[in-house]
């Protein structure tokens, strides 16, 4: 599937990049790459493989979420790249309102990269010539059943294909397991989200129910402290798209295809990477075992409440 300018793409609609302002801080991200690989490097034996295989030039990074806000697999990830490719692969990243928005937070993310997650920044970025991390799931995805942790469904969105295709970028997957195991999500509870607002004014789609330390089980997007799970992390070789522009953005038969196949390949690399952790993380097993039963008792009480799910598209 082919054809992408890796450079500076253009469009039939092109936007000003005079704009786009480069708003990384290479000493905040030397200081922040050290940091990572001395703490959560070290504590989640982070491995990261594949990145000779990124192109040069603007591209989209996709990964799989993992670990709600703790998602360490995002920095393990970044840090690698950073070490590797230096400033020119290392992504901006689109981030959730409630992070970029922060005080102060908001403001040293934006100084690493960090991007509030609207497609017109993600457009800007790419057109400047700069490469991109998204996650289609967002909230649903880093939230989702532990019983599900090695499946990868980004549900109907598909911003993501409609912006590489406008851009005319290839889309550079980027695979991740182990991280979501640092926690236990029993039940996501989208449907309670929803009652409760929170996916309106907090934007939040998922208010997950979770066995963590040291809270034990909770409800709601805690902070907790994360089992020391192994994280793999692979670059997958980059996609390239038959066809590119606003076209091809707008007819959703050829989203859709894109979509799938992408989401394919990625899922089928995850479930290689999990059989592999199984082999060469000690913790993996005994870790799964207390989780599954766990999980599995609660889920018995909890998906009484949960209003039937709708199938994963497929």
């Known amino acids: 599937m082919v054809r992408a300018n890796p450079e500076r793409p253009q469009s039939e609609t092109p936007i000003d990049e005079t704009i786009f302002v480069d708003s990384r801080d290479p000493a905040r991200l030397e200081k922040a790459a050290d940091f990572i690989e001395r703490t959560v490097v070290r504590y989640h034996r982070g491995e990261v493989r594949g990145i000779e295989r990124i192109p040069r030039g603007a591209g989209l990074y996709v990964g799989n979420h993992n670990a709600g806000m703790w998602t360490p697999d995002t920095y393990i990830f970044g840090a690698a790249v950073y070490r590797a490719r230096g400033v020119a692969d290392f992504p901006f990243a689109l981030g959730h309102m409630m992070v970029m928005r922060a005080p102060r937070l908001g403001d040293y993310l ?55 295709l406008r851009t005319g970028v290839p889309i550079i997957p980027v695979i991740s397991s182990g991280a979501h195991e640092s926690f236990v999500v029993v039940e996501d509870f989208q449907w309670l989200a929803e009652r409760l607002g929170v996916s309106r004014w907090l934007r939040f789609k998922a208010w997950p129910l979770i066995l963590s330390l040291p ?35 707008r007819d959703r038969n050829y989203v859709e295809q894109c979509a799938q196949a992408v989401e394919r390949r990625m899922e089928d690399a995850l479930q290689r990477l999990a059989i592999e952790r199984q082999t060469i993380d000690p913790l993996a097993g005994p870790l799964d075992f207390v989780a599954e039963e766990r999980a599995q008792w609660v889920s018995g009480i909890a998906r009484d409440l949960v209003p039937p799910q709708r199938p994963r598209r497929r």
């Open 110 to 164: 934006t100084s690493l990269g960090g991007m509030l997650a609207t497609p017109h920044n993600g457009e800007r970025a790419l057109r400047a010539g700069f490469k991109v991390l998204v996650y289609p799931g967002g909230d649903i995805d880093a939230y989702r059943p532990y019983r599900r942790r090695n499946e990868v469904d980004f549900f109907p969105r598909r911003g993501y294909i409609r912006l590489a």
């Open 215 to 249: 809270w034990g089980l909770t409800l709601g997007p805690l902070p907790f402290i994360p089992f020391p799970s192994k994280v793999l992390v692979e670059v997958l070789d980059p996609i390239h798209f038959e066809r590119s522009g606003d076209e091809a953005s």
